[in-house]
């Protein structure tokens, strides 16, 4: 035989072993092994589009892969379902914002068809429509901002009519201001904010009728009997909300009532003027000036002092017995971007809930800077706000319609936050910044809202 038989019949032979091989088993497919893909974390993600990826599978020539916006593919998305790719990832467009989408992959080869690979989640990013605002957003409570009479106008004028629902004197409506002096009164920048409200269709809240911190000298050092300073401060409640009846829809009567860390009554002049049963007297007089209005106790470190919190309910729950009016629980809600916890915020809520209140989220601000490290606002602790907010939305969010009252935002801009000067130093709290600019948390609010 000569050399190129010999080559013939080799390559004979071996075609025979090779389709003998191939056919053994009777007909059947080839038997390849082939493994499922890995997928990948969705890259890329944005408001209407993702990039799916996915491991390359040893001997695949192919790949099939689902979108569906449902976990378990009972139907998928357009050109999605089984979907044919040589190539190991696939940009997923024309999706819907904030929506969850899922997608898995099988490998091929030829005939041979994989089991399918681990399904990954994804959510597409939140873009609010341009139109949008705080108020359209929030369609089951009131937004609420603290005002001041002599800011009503330009753009502050603009974004409270855009952006809010409701508004709250943020110092005009306290005594110093309404009744700075024995029998007299100044209603002038009270009365400026509650019509700004009634023209424009804001809900005013009224605040605060007794607070410590805003009593005038003259009530500090009354000269009369105990009974005399019950008969005034009875006429001075009976005077302020038979005034407002009908246009401020409700008052915080007593502000920060009790002290911190005892959760016993603040040793405030009313205190000691008219009993430790003052509270629930101040709430009688406005039930007697104004049936409807709706009365609320407002404090402080509600979220985080227990003994404080647990002093409130026990209190608010004294009064639902004695049948001393009470409508509603206002948290003020001064808190930092990483404290309270989300949790803690849901239980304290919880408690006005359990009991049928009405929920107020009255004066939130959010400390970016509470530890003094910033001297600007950085990107990351400006998220990191956003987050809280977010938090604090969801929680209010998630309240039952009828115990939703208002969130109230303490201030409309960082620059003229009241926490200037209460801490002294620079921080960021609001959710506009000192150029009417809208910042992540107030993105936050309305990511709170979805
Ligand atoms: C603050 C105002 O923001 C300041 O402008 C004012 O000088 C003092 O009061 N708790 C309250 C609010 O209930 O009334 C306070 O508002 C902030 C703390």
Redesign the pocket.
Same mark, same amino acid.
């Given at each position: 035989m000569n050399n190129s038989r010999l080559r013939y019949l080799s390559i004979l032979l071996g075609v025979l072993i090779f389709a003998t091989s191939c056919s053994s088993g009777g007909g059947s497919e080839p038997e390849i092994e082939l493994g499922a893909p890995i997928a990948n974390q969705a890259a890329n993600v944005t408001s209407s589009s993702f990039k799916a990826s996915w491991s390359r599978v040893y001997r695949a020539d192919s790949y099939l892969l689902d979108v569906s916006e449902d976990s378990g593919f009972a139907s998928s998305l357009t050109g999605y379902n089984e979907k044919s790719l040589i190539a190991l990832n696939e940009e997923i467009t024309n999706l819907e914002s904030k929506k969850v989408y899922y997608y898995r992959l099988r490998a091929v080869n030829g005939t041979v068809v994989s089991s399918y690979s681990n399904t990954v989640e994804v959510t597409t990013t939140f873009v609010p429509d341009p139109n949008l605002s705080l108020k359209k957003a929030a369609d089951t409570f009131l937004v609420g901002v603290?005002v001041q009479s002599g800011k009503l106008n330009g753009q502050y004028d603009e974004i409270y009519r855009r952006e809010f629902s409701s508004i709250t004197a #943020?110092?005009e409506m306290?005594m110093n201001v309404m009744h700075p002096s024995a029998g007299t009164y100044d209603f002038g920048p009270a009365d400026a904010i509650v019509k700004y409200g009634e023209d424009n269709g804001i809900n005013v809240h009224g605040?605060?009728l007794i607070?410590h911190?805003?009593t005038p000298d003259w009530v500090k050092n009354f000269a009369g009997t105990d009974q005399e300073f019950e008969d005034m401060i009875e006429d001075y409640i009976t005077t302020v909300v038979t005034r407002y009846k009908g246009k401020v829809t409700s008052w915080?009567v007593v502000? #920060?009532g009790l002290e911190d860390g005892s959760g016993n009554l603040r040793n405030t002049i009313y205190r000691q003027k008219m009993g430790d049963d003052y509270i629930a007297k101040c709430y009688q007089f406005v039930r007697a000036a104004d049936a409807d209005v709706l009365i609320f106790y407002?404090d402080?470190n509600m979220i985080t002092d227990q003994t404080k919190q647990d002093a409130v309910f026990t209190m608010v729950d004294d009064f639902i017995a004695r049948g001393i009016p009470i409508d509603g629980v206002g948290f003020?809600m001064?808190i930092s971007h990483d404290y309270p916890a989300k949790a803690d915020i849901q239980k304290a809520t919880d408690r006005i809930v359990e009991r049928d209140l009405l929920v107020h989220f009255?004066?939130l601000d959010v400390r970016a800077n509470p530890n003094k490290d910033l001297t600007s606002l950085s990107p990351e602790r400006s998220l990191s706000q956003k987050a809280k907010v977010k938090e604090v939305v969801q929680v209010f969010n998630g309240i039952p319609n009828g115990n939703k009252y208002a969130l109230t935002v303490?201030?409309l801009k960082d620059s003229e936050t009241?926490l200037l000067?209460?801490y002294g130093h620079v921080d960021w709290p609001l959710l506009f910044d000192g150029n009417y600019n809208k910042k992540d948390a107030y993105y936050g609010f309305l990511e709170g809202l979805q």
């Open positions: 603290s #943020e110092w306290k605040h605060s607070w911190n805003s915080d502000n #920060e407002n402080y003020q001064h009255s004066e303490w201030g009241w000067d209460f």
